[in-house]
């Protein structure tokens, strides 16, 4: 007989003041998972910050459904909220959706089994590949398009979309890659992306549909200024890590 362990998943939905939407959220992905995954499958709602009654609404859920965890953080930053869940997390695979579920949840298996079957270490949902299908103003398709034109150029990297709210990891980028990533907010995935491709780790680029959330509260200008100081920072690092490789190569 084969006892062999089926594939561990835990699914992180970093959440900020988002009482109006957890629990219908969280239904969703429930009964998605139940119905799509051919895995062991857990739910944690990292909560980062929140004052509207979030916390409550997700300790509920967790006392409700077995399946579901809480992570807290008194601290701001989805960045940091995924750190905290990803590491904390003793699952094979680790992955991240936003709440608002912007990205079409059929594409999770998508992501999923990219790291269980296929063997890559990562994988990311991209809005900018041809296949992809994408509802959003012509401002944010601008702002997109040039941003991750701009991590191309600076970076020299391949993946196509740095930005995209929806990526699953193997449980080794957990611990080799996750762990280095500085960043505590929203250029968090771009530094993840960065770091894994540079230090060789297999990513896979998968189109996903697509659907603005009309009620983001993501400050454009803002977080472009941070991005592109966090583009920077990785530069010199890439740099400095390359500068040590060729060193020991000698």
Not at 52 to 74: I, N, W
Not at 117 to 123: E, I, K, Q, R, S
Not at 128 to 150: A, C, D, M, Q
Request: hydrophobic content about 40%.
């Amino acid at each position: 007989m084969n006892h062999r362990r089926r594939t561990t998943v835990d699914l992180v939905i970093p959440v900020l003041n988002e009482a109006h939407v957890l629990e219908r959220s969280v239904s969703t992905v429930r009964d998605y998972l139940a119905r799509r995954l051919p895995y062991d499958c857990g739910i944690v709602i990292a909560d980062n910050g929140s004052t509207d009654g979030t916390l409550e609404v997700a300790r509920r859920l967790e006392s409700t459904h077995p399946e579901v965890r809480v992570s807290y953080l008194p601290l701001r930053g989805r960045g940091r909220a995924l750190r905290k869940a990803w590491t904390e997390s003793t699952a094979d695979i680790c992955a991240y959706t936003d709440v608002d579920l912007s990205t079409d949840l059929e594409h999770l298996r998508d992501i999923v089994d990219a790291i269980a079957v296929d063997g890559f270490d990562l994988a990311t949902g991209s809005r900018l590949l041809p296949e992809s299908k994408t509802t959003r103003g012509v401002k944010r398709e601008f702002i997109s398009r040039s941003y991750n034109l701009f991590v191309k150029w600076m970076l020299k990297t391949s993946f196509s979309d740095a930005q995209c709210g929806f990526k699953a990891v193997s449980r080794r980028v957990v611990e080799h890659v996750v762990t280095d990533v500085r960043d505590d907010s929203w250029f968090f995935d771009t530094e993840l992306l960065a770091l894994s491709e540079k230090r060789g780790y297999r990513i896979k680029d998968i189109p996903v549909r697509w659907v603005d959330d009309d009620d983001s509260r993501v400050k454009i200008v803002a977080t472009a200024l941070e991005d592109i100081r966090g583009v920077l920072r990785v530069r010199r690092l890439l740099r400095h890590e390359a500068s040590a490789a060729r060193e020991t190569a000698r």
